[in-house]
């Protein structure tokens, strides 16, 4: 295992579509647990959105309503947050976090219900995430993603991450373009977290494909006084 640390911008370098990321960590001055989650599109359906923030949830929604082909996989509100614990992920999975978490349950038992998504053949991985704002703020990032070529199977694996100073993971659906696009392979790239959250987004923003990046949102929260600051980038604006 290696504990290189790479910058975002170093990490998505030469990257055209690394599809959909989730990035979570920890500030450099030790005071802040960071956030962002990242959207791209190649169809007119996906790159058709914005998000949206309604107080702590945040939503993707269509930029145009009169053009939406299927919302199905591309409507969603990918954070939500309950109780002391924020959900991230790349789907509707976060409804199903949220009941389990509602119910006393877990974060991977929620997904354990789950599995990748059914648009064969690319059958796009489910990426998630949770961070547990306790005494000790730690988080955990899953992907769940097909076993074979044919979608026969799924495959979980889940991350258990203690928080570490200006120390963050990445995780994303797509290693590289193609087609059909290759699944993400490995372990969340390790990376390097600011203590400026808009910092951070910027570093984000202008690192994504300028012709494929649809929106990006970041959120920074004090660990002590629970205070937030967010940055959130739309390709297209209403």
Same mark, same amino acid.
């Given at each position: ?66 053009? =939406? ?18 959900? =991230? ?37 489910? *990426? ?75 570093? *984000? ?34």
């Amino acid at each position: 295992m290696s504990y290189v640390r790479k910058s975002m911008a170093t990490a998505l370098k030469g990257n055209a579509y690394p599809g959909r990321g989730i990035v979570v960590g920890k500030s450099s001055d030790g005071k802040k647990a960071m956030f962002a989650y990242f959207i791209m599109g190649r169809s007119a359906n996906s790159r058709n959105r914005v998000f949206a923030e309604y107080g702590e949830e945040v939503r993707t929604e269509p930029f145009d309503a009169s053009k =939406v082909e299927d919302p199905s996989l591309i409507i969603y509100s990918p954070i939500k947050r309950v109780g002391g614990d924020i959900i =991230v992920t790349n789907g509707n999975q976060t409804d199903t976090i949220e009941q389990y978490l509602n119910e006393g349950k877990c974060f991977r038992g929620a997904l354990k219900t789950r599995t990748f998504e059914p648009d064969a053949p690319n059958f796009t991985p489910r *990426i998630s995430a949770i961070l547990h704002l306790g005494k000790a703020y730690s988080y955990e990032m899953s992907i769940l993603k097909s076993a074979d070529v044919k979608g026969s199977k799924c495959n979980r694996f889940t991350f258990d991450y203690e928080a570490t100073n200006g120390t963050g993971h990445f995780l994303h659906t797509y290693d590289r373009d193609g087609n059909p696009l290759p699944t993400f392979s490995g372990e969340p790239e390790r990376v390097l977290i600011p203590n400026d959250v808009h910092a951070f987004a910027e570093e *984000i923003w202008n690192a994504l494909d300028n012709d494929n990046k649809i929106s990006l949102y970041c959120r920074a929260i004090d660990l002590k006084s629970g205070a937030s600051e967010r940055a959130l980038y739309n390709k297209y604006t209403k």
